[in-house]
Structures are given as structure tokens and as C-alpha cells.
């Protein structure tokens, strides 16, 4: 028999009264499950995330120790900086003595249900040492499979503590390999997808911009374990950052092989100066998990985003015709009760007046005046903003107007008025972008400006139901005139505190009024923002080949109800690229569709053929496309030349399914997809709709089972660049009863 060494006997009982001792604290969704382990005045380390665990008991198995130290490096759920933890903290501090290090461990934790959806979990740390607590809140949403994870930051030290760094979220993985999928891009190029895998070092996603902070890149992305990202097989996380200012993304591989995933505001230049006693919240990081690939990832964000991440996300949403491209800034009443007139015949449900319509003193007669001053341009509309209001009604249409009030010219009555309104660096110059300049959110009078212009534009006319904010660039030369000298580095954060609080008093008295989310595109393409806003203009890129990537990239995250897609002219005003109609028509049916065009370039067979469009549009595709699923059959990433995807109903009695080919493929090959979503048991019908003069689909109206379509799949005849098709299934009984 082999004898136990008494050190070794102490050290084993030593961890078992550990372990005993610990408390396994499980953040449960219907289908997944995050697991902590936390220590009486210990540790709280993060143990697993994954799907959900049967059983009760979930035992705590420590970690191999850290050489040199033996400390046990089961990562901890929210690492500070201080003691022996080298990746990026999601906290660093400087306390009121100037001491650098934070130590937090376990001080309790509650956990309220808040509704039959939605239970909190709040993990209560505390630093060792100082009078520092930090709440670490999950709300898990049962149904969707997704988290969102946020922190609250006080302190009762004697004298202010200055935040350096605070992050909304860290979580930590181990796997074989990590492969990210993010996105990048710029204006009318946003959201283009990339896929790396990590290797040891530091990643990071990055925006120092305050304002059309994702242009260029998104604070969301998608991580599979052991291999590439995979549509439906293998285990994939994902986050997005619900803030729409400047943040930052830390993906860190260490020599352990463990990857920490640090996210949230970006600490760039924004050092907080926090009080005694006072609060300091993070943005939500809305975090979800997949044991079968990126198609229900994106399925569990969509479902959470229509009922919780958007406004009226389980409302229809309307056919728009956008007035920018087809009059830009040059027009007067009957242009646009002409536009008015032939899209309500069309059966375009509402109009919106974009930019143009405001200022006498400095008529908007282009970017370079009048913003700022929101009153009706007299000259261009002199019956005023009601008349034309009053017109789409009587066509039995609703109307919607632009609006970009976070920005003002130099040449308007409000830049000379207020100048310390202007976001400036003290006495150095301040930088003009598009003509324009940035209005301080920072300062309460500001925001009250901004709240009174949206309700002074909407009272021009009871017939106002959509707004288009717009906000068309990004700070630079930093500074504010409201905020103290020494609290200049709070402008990044307080900025957008300023816009979320008016966002708040909008939305209070304005419930039922559609707001598109805009920013020179999609400049501002987050669950922050989104929140309070009906849909977001993907990007001023409208050419329908660019829009098949952007908008499978942005779909793999935010729903297409949310996904503002047009129809515009041919050559298209942003690329000059010539396109068939019908091919226009295909890919902007993919999201909420409307038209971004002149309605009196359609005339003939082309006319014709938008009413029948539109028409299958309401009639059938929008209901499956805003609150059906989302399956994609073939990315357009994938080097093939076809791009597919197909939207189901929640109850599998319809689906609708686009496929677009890209480039040339040659007479010997074809398209042929497997579909995904259907009910293998049931019996549809498929026929072709939204039909071009040429059939796409050779089989014509046929019937068979979901199995049969999701075995041996469709045959489509789509081999010239611009051809596309839309396939109509619907159930019809069921095989077993025939």
C-alpha cells in the first residue's frame, strides 16, 4: 500500500475544505450555461461556458499551476491589474493614495428573476485592502441562449480614485486553436468580413473616432474553437458591444494557451476621475454561444435583437422610398409630391425627405450651410413640412423626415449663436469634416437642444411617423468648454452618455414614431444605439453586388427587420456599376426594403415590374424576412461566385429562399444548394416568384418534402453574373397523411 506523505496529506485536505468551501455559481440560458467558482474572501474564478450541464453538482477541478509561484491560474472572471495576472485587466485602477494594484475577490452574490425571460446574477468583488466594490451583473435571457454582461464600479476611499481602464467583460477560453471572425471597412465599404486564426500576443479591434465609431471597424465578433467558422457544426461565442463610442476589443493568447477576450470602453485618452460614493456603469456586452456553428449564433442574436436590442422589432416594417438619391438637395414642392405620388402608386408604403429641407438665412443648398438651424426652408417649400405630410396621406402613405442634430455648420444661425456649444481643443483650431462640426452632447444644454429640435421638427406636422437620424462624422481635436480642465479625458464617456440620455427623453415622449439609426452608413452599427431606434442604414453604398457581402456580414449579428435595404438607380450613383432591375430588386428584398431612386426613372416594362415586386414583397417575403430565421446556404465569401440564404417561419409552414450569382461560372457548371430550417416530414410546394424573363428555376412548380430538400436540395439556373432567383416554399400537408 502505498504511504501518503504527511505535506501531501495537508495539502490534499487543505483542498478539499477548498473545494468545500467554494460556491459554484451557474448563469443559466435555456439551452447553455456560463459556471463560476467562487471562494469565501477568495478568488471567483471562471470555470466553463458551454452547454448547459445536467445534474446539480458541478464540481471545481483547479487549474495547473503557474510556474515559479504555484499559483493556481484558473482565470478569474474579472481580472484586475495587481498580483500575478499578466493578461490585459478588465480593471486598473489608481487609488486615492496613488497606489496602482487592485485586488478583488468574492463578497456574495444574488440572483433575481426578473420575468419569465430574464434572470439577473449579480457577483458582488471587493478589493482586499480598500473600500472598493465592483458588481459584475449577467442577465441571462432564457429563451434567446443569450448574456449580456455589464459591471458597476464604486468606492468610499477618502478622495476621488481615478479609473483607468474598465472593461464591460472578460471572458476567458482554452481550446486547441482560435479562429476570429470581425469586420472592417469604411464609408460605403463597411462590414467587410475577415477571418484569422490567433496566435500568441495581442489582437486588437479597436475605434478612437467618438462618433461613427464603427465605420471603419464593428465591437462585435464571432470566436470557433479547434477550427474555422463553420455555418452549422463546431462551437462558436459572440459578442457585441452595445456603445457607440470609442472601444476596444483584446483578444490575448498566452503561453499557457489560454485566449482572454477583454472588451469595453476604450481607455484611450479617458481616464475617469470617480468620487466617493458615485457609480460608474459600463455598456452591456451581449455575449451568446453555439455548440453548432454560426447559423444559430446568428438566429440567437436576432431573437434577442427583436425583442430586446431594437424598438418595435416585432412590428412589419414599412416600403420606403428615400428621397436622397433620386433629388439630393436640389428640389421644391412638387418634385417631391411627384415622387409622392408615383411610389404610392408603385404601393411604396411611406416617404421620407432626406437632407435639404431646412434653413432661410443659410438655405441647405448643400453640406456647407444651414445645419443647426431646423426651420423649414420657405424658398424650396413654402406651403411647408405639413403640406407634403398631409399629401402622402391622402395617397395613402406615411412620411418621414431627416434630421442630423448632433452636428452644425460654421455657416448657420446656430454656430454663430452658440459657440460654446462646439466641440473644440481649447484655442486650437477647430477641424471641419463634410463641412461640418461637432456639437458637445456633454453639455445638458446641448442635449436639451437636441430633444426640443426633434420635437419641433415632428411638430411641423401631425403626420410625422419616421425620423432618419443621421450623424455624418467623427470627433477630433478633442475638448469641451462645459467640462472642467480637469476632467477632459471624461468627454469620450460623457458624450455618449449625453446622446443615450437623450435617446431616453426622445423615446419617452415619442414611443410609437420609427427612428432609422444612421451615421454616414453605418457608422454607428450597435446594440447601444440600436436600442433605441427601429432599423440602421447598413451603408450609403446602395450598388446591390456590394450589398450581398455587406449585408451577410452585418446579418451574421443584427437582424434583417433592422436591415435598411434600397433599391436604387442604374449606373449606381456610388460605384457607376450597371445592373438589372430584378437583380436590384432580389438582394434588397433580403432586408426591409425600399427604393433610393428617382420613382419617375421607372417607366414601361420596369415600372411594371417594381409594382409586381413590391407587391411579393408584402404579400409574402416581409413577414419571413423581419420575423422569420435566418439560414445561410452559401457565403459570398466563399470564393464560389453564388451567394444563398433562406428565411423560415417560426412554425416551418413557409420559407423563403434568394440565391445571387456574382460572377460568370461557365455552361458546365450550376447551382445547387441543400436547404436548411424546413420540417422533414412536411410537404411544400415550391414555385419561383418575383420571376425575371428568363425561368431560374428549371423544375418549375414541384412538390416534395423538407427532407427531400434539405438531402438532395434545388438546381438553380443562375450562372450569368446579375442573375438571381427567389423561391417561395409552402407547406401543404403532411407526408405521413397522404
Not at 411 to 426: N, Q
Not at 624 to 630: K, N
Request: aromatic content about 10%; overall charge negative.
Amino acid at each position: 500500500m502505498k504511504q501518503i506523505r504527511p505535506i501531501a496529506f495537508i495539502a490534499a485536505l487543505f483542498l478539499s475544505l477548498l473545494c468545500q468551501a467554494q460556491e459554484m455559481i451557474r448563469i443559466s440560458t435555456s439551452d447553455h450555461e456560463m459556471v463560476m467558482a467562487a471562494f469565501n474572501d477568495g478568488p471567483v474564478h471562471f470555470v466553463y461556458w458551454g452547454e448547459k450541464v445536467q445534474g446539480d453538482a458541478f464540481p471545481f477541478q483547479p487549474g495547473k499551476n503557474q510556474p515559479d509561484t504555484q499559483d493556481d491560474i484558473t482565470p478569474r472572471i474579472y481580472p484586475s491589474y495587481g498580483g500575478r495576472h499578466y493578461l490585459t485587466p478588465a480593471l486598473r485602477l489608481t487609488h486615492s493614495d496613488g497606489v496602482l494594484t487592485t485586488d478583488l475577490v468574492y463578497a456574495g452574490h444574488t440572483v433575481n428573476v426578473l420575468d419569465e425571460n430574464r434572470k439577473e446574477t449579480v457577483i458582488s468583488l471587493k478589493d482586499r485592502i480598500y473600500p472598493v466594490t465592483v458588481s459584475v451583473r449577467y442577465l441571462a435571457y432564457q429563451k434567446e441562449n443569450v448574456v449580456a454582461q455589464s459591471v458597476t464600479l464604486s468606492h468610499s476611499e477618502p478622495s476621488p480614485v481615478v479609473v483607468e481602464s474598465v472593461a464591460s467583460s472578460f471572458i476567458p477560453f482554452h481550446a486547441d486553436s482560435y479562429w476570429l471572425t470581425h469586420f472592417n471597412g469604411t464609408w460605403a465599404y463597411e462590414m467587410q468580413l475577415e477571418e484569422e486564426r490567433l496566435t500568441h500576443g495581442q489582437k486588437v479591434i479597436e475605434s478612437k473616432k467618438g462618433v461613427r465609431a464603427t465605420q471603419s471597424e464593428n465591437p462585435s465578433f464571432i470566436l470557433s474553437l479547434d477550427g474555422p467558422l463553420a455555418e452549422d457544426s463546431g462551437e462558436v461565442y459572440a459578442g457585441a458591444l452595445a456603445w457607440s463610442g470609442n472601444y476596444r476589443l483584446v483578444f490575448e493568447l498566452d503561453e499557457t494557451g489560454h485566449l482572454g477576450v477583454t472588451s469595453g470602453i476604450n481607455p484611450f485618452a479617458s481616464e475617469l476621475i470617480l468620487e466617493p460614493g458615485k457609480c460608474l456603469e459600463t455598456p452591456q456586452m451581449i455575449l451568446s454561444y453555439s455548440p453548432s456553428g454560426a447559423g444559430q449564433l446568428s438566429r440567437n442574436m436576432h431573437d434577442w435583437a427583436r425583442r430586446y436590442g431594437m424598438t418595435h422589432g416585432d412590428m412589419l416594417h414599412p416600403v420606403l422610398l428615400n428621397s436622397w438619391e433620386g433629388a439630393y438637395f436640389t428640389f421644391d414642392e412638387k418634385t417631391i409630391t411627384d415622387m409622392i405620388d408615383k411610389a404610392a402608386s408603385a404601393g411604396v408604403e411611406m416617404f421620407v425627405l432626406d437632407d435639404g429641407w431646412f434653413g432661410n438665412r443659410h438655405p441647405r443648398n448643400g453640406d456647407n450651410a444651414g445645419l443647426g438651424d431646423w426651420q423649414v426652408n420657405r424658398k424650396k417649400l413654402p406651403h411647408g413640412i405639413d403640406h407634403l405630410a398631409d399629401h402622402a396621406v391622402s395617397k395613402g402613405m406615411k412620411f418621414g423626415i431627416w434630421i442630423e442634430p448632433e452636428m452644425v455648420n460654421p455657416d448657420s444661425d446656430l454656430a454663430h449663436k452658440h459657440p460654446e456649444w462646439i466641440v473644440r481643443s481649447g484655442e486650437r483650431e477647430v477641424l471641419t469634416m463634410r463641412n461640418q462640426w461637432l456639437l458637445d452632447l456633454t453639455n445638458p444644454e446641448v442635449q436639451d437642444f437636441i430633444v426640443k429640435t426633434f420635437d419641433e421638427v415632428l411638430g411641423q406636422s401631425d403626420n410625422i411617423s419616421y425620423v432618419k437620424w443621421d450623424a455624418n462624422r467623427h470627433v477630433d481635436n478633442v475638448g469641451s468648454t462645459y467640462l472642467p480642465a480637469d476632467r477632459q479625458s471624461h468627454f469620450w464617456y460623457e458624450y455618449v452618455r449625453g446622446l443615450y440620455d437623450v435617446y431616453e427623453r426622445i423615446r419617452a415622449k415619442h414611443p410609437d414614431i420609427m427612428i432609422q439609426l444612421c451615421s454616414s452608413g453605418g457608422g454607428r452599427l450597435d446594440y447601444g444605439a440600436l436600442k433605441y431606434h427601429d432599423e440602421f442604414w447598413a451603408s450609403d453604398n446602395t450598388n446591390a453586388l456590394d450589398r450581398i457581402y455587406i449585408q451577410h456580414s452585418t446579418n451574421l449579428l443584427f437582424p434583417a427587420i433592422a436591415t435598411g435595404s434600397h433599391v436604387s438607380t442604374s449606373p449606381n450613383h456610388q460605384t457607376g456599376m450597371l445592373i438589372p432591375l430584378k437583380f436590384r430588386f432580389d438582394v434588397a428584398m433580403g432586408g426591409r426594403l425600399g427604393l433610393e431612386l428617382q420613382p419617375s426613372s421607372l417607366v414601361g416594362e420596369e415600372y411594371d415590374f417594381a409594382c409586381k415586386a413590391i407587391t411579393v414583397y408584402k404579400d409574402f417575403v416581409r413577414p419571413l424576412v423581419q420575423l422569420g430565421d435566418l439560414y445561410r446556404l452559401e457565403s459570398p465569401y466563399s470564393g464560389t461566385g453564388w451567394s444563398s440564404h433562406m428565411h423560415v417561419a417560426k412554425d416551418k409552414s413557409e420559407a423563403v429562399m434568394f440565391a445571387y450569382c456574382m460572377k460568370y461560372n461557365g455552361r458546365t457548371t450550376y447551382f445547387s444548394t441543400r436547404l436548411k430550417g424546413l420540417e422533414p416530414e412536411s410537404v411544400y410546394k415550391v414555385e419561383e416568384i418575383n420571376e425575371g424573363s428568363v425561368p431560374a428555376f428549371p423544375a418549375g412548380t414541384m412538390t416534395c418534402t423538407g427532407d427531400y430538400l434539405m438531402k438532395v436540395g434545388l438546381q438553380l439556373r443562375i450562372n450569368k453574373p446579375f442573375s438571381s432567383c427567389i423561391l417561395k416554399f409552402s407547406k401543404i400537408q403532411c407526408s405521413d397523411s397522404q
